[in-house]
């Protein structure tokens, strides 16, 4: 069974960087053609989808985020990493980790329970 | 950016009876579209891809429909447990974007 579980800060300072885990068990990160996605949900219910990471180490940025955003992984811990620079109070939102196949679409049919982050001074 | 127009907001409905939740894409999207419930707390689940494939595991009240640029996901017989938020995503565009959601709670 896949599950995926975030990890995270609870709340960061503005203009500080902002990190969040996804710890995958039950599934390999490295398993041909699974995509691992950073997804975040906004106060009033707004879904905004963030970047990926491949089972390849290839990413993909939503071009919005592309100067602050960051996707690294560990593949000998199954884990990938999301990191957010200069953040805002814009930027307090549940961050979610989710699962895609190449083959099948871009839909998630595997999601972390979630994690919030507050920026807040 | 693909803009997704979901309707209605909120919605409140019977035990039993049929509800509909629209999504209307800003261009064609050829049916890459997926629908999700999320209940309070929780992630959101996958219920419905490519438009109108049901999920494994969903019960088979669901369904999905639709074309081009207008969709829609159907729930048959409401049921309690289907008190949730419901969103369409479309996946046809990077980068893949979300309708605003969907309330849905019993009257």
């Known amino acids: 069974q896949v599950n995926l579980q975030e990890s995270g800060p609870g709340i960061v300072k503005p203009s500080q960087p902002l990190s969040v885990t996804c710890s995958v068990t039950?599934?390999?990160?490295?398993?041909?053609?699974?995509?691992w996605n950073w997804i975040r949900k906004f106060p009033g219910n707004k879904l905004e989808w963030m970047g990926y990471?491949?089972?390849?180490?290839?990413?993909y940025y939503n071009p919005s985020l592309k100067s602050r955003i960051s996707i690294t992984r560990d593949t000998s811990k199954n884990q990938f990493f999301l990191q957010l620079n200069t953040v805002t109070t814009e930027d307090t939102a549940v961050y979610y980790c989710?699962?895609?196949?190449?083959?099948?679409?871009?839909?998630?049919?595997?999601w972390g329970q979630g994690v919030m982050v507050t920026v807040s001074s | 950016d693909i803009r997704m127009t979901q309707s209605p907001a909120s919605l409140s409905a019977s035990l039993g009876e049929t509800v509909n939740i629209e999504c209307l894409a800003s261009?064609?999207?050829?049916?890459?579209l997926a629908w999700y419930q999320q209940k309070p707390g929780k992630s959101p689940q996958l219920l419905i891809y490519n438009a109108n494939s049901l999920q494994n595991g969903v019960p088979s009240r669901f369904s999905g429909s639709g074309s081009g640029t207008q969709y829609s996901l159907k729930i048959n017989s409401l049921q309690s447990e289907d008190v949730a938020t419901y969103f369409c995503q479309q996946y046809n565009n990077y980068p893949n974007t979300f309708g605003a959601g969907t309330k849905l709670e019993l009257k």
């Open positions: 990471i491949s089972y390849d180490g290839s990413i």
């Open positions: 989710a699962r895609h196949y190449y083959y099948d679409g871009t839909y998630y049919d595997y």
């Open positions: 261009e064609d999207i050829y049916s890459d």
């Open positions: 039950g599934y390999s990160i490295t398993t041909s053609y699974y995509y």
